[in-house]
């Protein structure tokens, strides 16, 4: 088969297309062989061919690249009864396993769903590791946990989703850092189109200037330019007095003193660094929230993202515990390190109902490359000034 693959761990994105790699194979009984179509490029892409991850997450060579891709079912495994030679699907693959970035691929059944006719492959490419990423976090809090359990396992039973509420709703404030990348603004199109079905909604979203027009059609109530606070400084800086925080006013004390809003309920970032928890920590009344304060973080705060050593592994358990143990006062959020695992009902929830909701799915940019251009794919994402999802077309 075809496929795009590394020899080694490499700095710089050093592709090789080969035409002769050995075609995957099904395995055991609950096994699918998908030719895939599109596959995606996500952040924790480059961080495994860099060797970032190698302590935690070691790979083999050659190796094949990409945890997300749709395509259509070519074999399936005695055991699997939700999926037909045919069929179109998507999915991820979970934990250290990758492979999309080729002709075919072997998914578990658990890993992969049906989707719409609406949705073309490069669409539905776009959503399965980024969106069930973004259920998972906002899933940690536990008004919003209740919802997205109910309605997963009834959309999975039977095929749909609660109609959404007409009577009182609870408000519910979102803060989505980073909200015009691929994860971020998955993360409000969720909140705008599903969370506003049981809930008063109010979107906090932080992105910069250029890109507030983008975040707004997405559905952000209040969009705030990073660049016009204390957060211009960077994601790993802190509140301590001087510099900035002398000067400019941060993400939070806008919320509470622009926007007479004392508290948010959940917190969504997809940056990283000290900087948003700790903002959240000093200017926000997290004792106000109903059920406190959710701050979910997918990004370690690792300055040298590029590298992940034995001392970094160690500064970064000591920070998450430090915050695990804050979470134990109302005083401060509940801290969560969100790390994906495959979960099937999400997924279907995710591409069978709230993507294809008033059809959210044709508001995210979709930036194509070619197989053949998997390198440009790569630095496009490494730029960190992707606005929307970058896609990789296989044939």
């Known amino acids: ?53 190698k302590m935690a997450a070691s790979m083999k060579f050659p190796a094949i690249l990409g ?28 934990n ?34 980024a969106g069930c990423t973004v259920l998972e976090m906002y899933r940690r809090h536990p008004l919003i946990g209740e919802v997205l359990d109910r309605e997963g396992e009834s959309a999975y039973k039977t095929g749909k989703i609660s109609d959404a509420l007409t009577g009182t709703k609870k408000d519910l404030k979102i803060l989505i850092i980073g909200a015009s990348g691929g994860t971020g603004s998955i993360a409000v199109m969720v909140a705008k ?30 969009v705030i330019d990073y660049n016009k606070t204390s957060a211009k400084a960077g994601a790993h800086t802190t509140h301590a007095s001087g510099g900035l925080a002398d000067s400019m ?23 990283g660094g000290y900087y948003y928890y700790e903002d959240v920590c000093q200017h926000l009344d997290c004792k106000s929230a109903e059920k406190g304060v959710t701050f979910s973080t997918i990004s370690t705060p690792n300055p040298n993202e590029y590298t992940l050593t034995f001392s970094s592994l160690v500064k970064i358990g000591c920070y998450i ?33 709230i993507v294809v909701s008033n059809d959210a799915y044709k508001l995210l940019p979709l930036i194509p490359f070619s197989l053949e251009n998997t390198k440009d794919a790569h630095l496009q994402m490494q730029s960190q000034r992707t606005v929307g999802k970058i896609i990789i077309d296989i044939e």
Do not use: W
């Open 1 to 53: 088969m075809k496929a795009m693959i590394i020899e080694d761990y490499c700095e710089e994105p050093d592709f090789k297309l080969v035409t002769d790699f050995e075609k995957p194979k099904v395995s055991s009984s609950k096994q699918v062989l998908v030719n895939l179509k599109t596959a995606s490029v996500n952040p924790v892409d480059y961080k495994l061919r860099k060797g970032a991850m």
């Open 67 to 94: 945890k997300d891709g749709s395509g259509v079912v070519e074999q399936v495994g005695a055991k699997v009864d939700r999926f037909k030679v045919g069929d179109r699907v998507t999915g991820f693959l979970p």
């Open 193 to 222: 189109q599903f969370l506003s079905r049981y809930f008063n909604t109010k979107i906090y979203a932080v992105c910069s200037e250029r890109n507030s027009q983008f975040v707004t059609s997405l559905g952000a109530d209040v």
């Open 321 to 353: 515990s430090s915050n695990k143990l804050k979470s134990m006062s109302s005083c401060y959020p509940s801290y969560h390190m969100v790390f994906l695992g495959k979960n099937a009902k999400d997924m279907n929830l995710l591409l069978n109902h």
């Open 96 to 129: 250290n396993k990758t492979g999309s970035y080729a002709e075919y691929a072997v998914f578990e059944d658990d890993e992969l769903t049906l989707y719409p006719d609406q949705l073309t492959h490069q669409q539905a490419a776009a959503f399965p590791l």
């Open 249 to 271: 006013k941060s993400i939070c004390q806008l919320i509470s003193e622009t926007h007479g809003d004392k508290y948010v309920d959940i917190v969504i970032d997809t940056v």
